[in-house]
């Protein structure tokens, strides 16, 4: 063999064995990769048993168990490699870019408050509630009319409105909860048995305030509720927290009110009236509004106090359209501890909502694995949400895109509790037909060999309950995935916002798996598109989609 033919003949063998070493370096880093695109149980019922423990002492806003949380969910995120998603760091902390603050007030009402409507005088906590998230140390009723209007609801596309030919600018309004769908169990009329949001109590007060109205009394019936009085009671009365705007919240409702029926009937019958009667009237658009014989009188005195909370944001950044964001979330927050007689007692929260957040770091951990071997075009943005549990505060303060406007917003992936138990054949889907994003889970559902299975408690409102609904206020398209109570009969019962809602070691996780490989989907799906959801059914939210993105 020529010196020139051999050197060829080695010139060769060593390019052979130089492409052979790196496909397979490559194909180990691959195999390395395709391993932690795998859900890892271990690692989620880890972070679960941390942020439910003692030591974060039910992961209360404002307290040190805030602190520990705030600072083991940016550490979790650094370590992935995401990184802080607000440009402006947040206090001295080596972390703060990973951290949004939430100013908050705190708003302590005097519990000694009495309402007088007429002759009759009603007791705070057992005859109604009365709070404000006005910023002011005393709020006045002095002898305001009242009014009944039906639903209190104005909604131009079922052509209904309760406040037609009538004047509540000062007065005092009562309305019905849920809406006139309900009532009926029409699905002609709204959208029959499943709530609307003009069936929310946040709708009614929101409402009433662009009416001009100075107070709300809303009528507690338990199955139009969904809850009885007792869960009105302890959600409305004791210290409340609220975003605070630079007219110290004036635009709000200056009286947010609930009513017991039976104290509602005596308001009626001094009237003159029937409460029962002119109830079934209010089923009916051609309703109009009556006015009532009596005068309210209510001083309430309010404790002032200011503090701020934080949410936890952490990004990867998209290789093609980095300012698209598929947001992933989950409130952090619960209800920390209460101090009693007998002791303390710790709000764990362990499905609601550590298993929530466990979900989004283990989401972030494989979005992440998955970025670095193809990068995603568009960013992923992962959001751990404060004080949803005292009125979706976080998620309404991060809605107001200081961090990121919503018409950069694609989509939000929001979880309120998983299921912890045994893997089911279904995933529970809330609303029906309003937006596109329904038809993706369809798609990725269909994937696993499973079913989707529409809210089987439609009349509780539960879309219009959780942190993504402040982004739908504003028109960001959204999917809810919720298992509190679906696979555990005995959770709403005896766990649900209660001090057994602790992490077990019992737990499968078999849900946690196979719906974390469903939310990946998703998202990954949606990372990769230049698709933008739309709403289906004509509604606010459309409205305010279709007006941002024009912008």
Same mark, same amino acid.
């Given at each position: 063999?020529?010196? @020139? ?11 052979s ?12 880093v691959?195999?390395d990769?395709?391993?932690h695109?795998? !859900? ?9 048993k ?11 806003p404002l307290?040190?168990?805030e ?10 995120y ?11 760091? !947040? ?12 100013p ?6 005097d ?8 002759d ?9 509630t ?13 002898n ?12 131009p596309?079922?052509?209904?409105n ?11 309004v @009562? ?9 009926t169990?029409?699905?002609e ?12 109590w946040?709708y009614?007060y ?20 969904a ?9 409305n ?7 605070v705007d ?11 009110g ?8 005596d ?12 109830k079934?009237?209010?089923?009916s658009k051609?309703f109009r509004?009556?006015?009532?014989k009596q005068?309210?009188n ?12 934080h949410?936890?944001?952490?990004? @990867? ?5 980095p ?9 952090w927050?619960?209800f ?6 007998s002791?303390?007692i710790?709000?764990?929260g ?14 972030a951990r ?7 071997v ?7 943005l ?27 917003m694609?989509?939000?992936?929001? @979880? ?8 089911v ?11 596109e ?13 499973r079913?989707?299975?529409?809210d ?12 993504h609904?402040?982004?739908a206020?504003q ?19 005896h ?12 737990w ?5 798996k196979?719906?974390?490989?469903l939310?990946?989907?998703?998202t ?8 933008w ?17 024009a912008?």
């Amino acid at each position: 063999m020529s010196p @020139i033919l051999f050197f060829c003949f080695i010139g060769l063998r060593l390019k052979s064995l130089f492409t052979l070493s790196f496909l397979l370096i490559n194909f180990a880093v691959f195999a390395d990769s395709k391993e932690h695109f795998s !859900v890892d149980l271990p690692l989620v019922a880890e972070h679960i048993k941390v942020l439910a423990s003692d030591k974060f002492a039910g992961r209360g806003p404002l307290t040190q168990g805030e602190a520990l949380t705030i600072e083991y969910l940016a550490t979790e995120y650094q370590k992935m490699g995401l990184v802080g998603a607000n440009p402006n760091q !947040v206090g001295e902390s080596a972390l703060g870019h990973y951290y949004q603050a939430v100013p908050m007030a705190q708003i302590t009402p005097d519990p000694n408050i009495m309402l007088k409507i007429g002759d009759l005088s009603l007791q705070s906590g057992a005859d109604f509630t009365a709070r404000t998230e006005q910023i002011s140390e005393k709020i006045e009723l002095d002898n305001t009319p009242l009014v009944f209007v039906g639903y209190g609801i104005n909604a131009p596309e079922y052509n209904w409105n309760d406040y037609a030919n009538v004047d509540v600018k000062g007065k005092t309004v @009562i309305v019905l909860v849920n809406d006139p769908g309900f009532a009926t169990q029409d699905p002609e009329i709204f959208t029959g048995n499943a709530m609307t949001y003009y069936g929310r109590w946040t709708y009614k007060y929101e409402e009433a305030a662009r009416q001009g109205a100075k107070a709300v009394l809303i009528v507690h019936e338990t199955a139009p509720a969904a809850y009885p009085w007792s869960v009105v009671e302890s959600s409305n009365t004791g210290s409340k927290y609220t975003l605070v705007d630079a007219s110290d919240n004036a635009s709000k409702l200056p009286i947010m009110g609930w009513l017991q029926l039976a104290a509602t009937e005596d308001i009626f019958e001094q009237s003159g009236l029937d409460y029962q009667v002119l109830k079934k009237q209010a089923l009916s658009k051609r309703f109009r509004a009556v006015t009532l014989k009596q005068n309210v009188n209510l001083t309430l005195k309010n404790e002032i106090s200011h503090a701020t909370s934080h949410n936890v944001i952490a990004k @990867i950044e998209g290789s093609k359209y980095p300012n698209e964001y598929l947001l992933v979330g989950a409130h952090w927050d619960h209800f920390g501890t209460k101090k009693t007689p007998s002791g303390d007692i710790i709000y764990n929260g362990a499905v609601d909502n550590a298993s929530g957040t466990a979900g989004t770091l283990e989401m972030a951990r494989i979005l992440m694995a998955k970025h670095k071997v193809n990068p995603f075009e568009r960013s992923i943005l992962f959001i751990n949400f404060t004080a949803e549990e005292t009125g979706l505060i976080g998620s309404e303060q991060f809605s107001k895109g200081e961090i990121i406007a919503t018409k950069d917003m694609v989509a939000l992936v929001n @979880i309120d509790g998983m299921n912890v138990l045994d893997e089911v054949d279904y995933i529970l889907q809330y609303g029906d037909g309003l937006s596109e994003m329904e038809d993706y889970l369809v798609a990725a559902t269909a994937k696993q060999n499973r079913r989707v299975k529409l809210d089987p408690r439609p009349q509780n409102g539960l879309f219009f309950r959780s942190d993504h609904f402040s982004m739908a206020k504003q028109g960001v398209p959204s999917l809810l995935f919720m298992s509190l109570g679906d696979t555990d009969p005995d959770y709403i019962a005896h766990k649900y916002h209660k001090a057994a809602d602790d992490y077990s070691s019992d737990w499968s996780l078999g849900g946690v798996k196979q719906d974390i490989e469903l939310m990946v989907d998703i998202t990954e799906t949606l990372a990769n598109s230049s698709e933008w959801p739309k709403w289906k059914m004509p509604s606010d939210f459309k409205t305010a989609r279709e007006v941002d993105l024009a912008k």
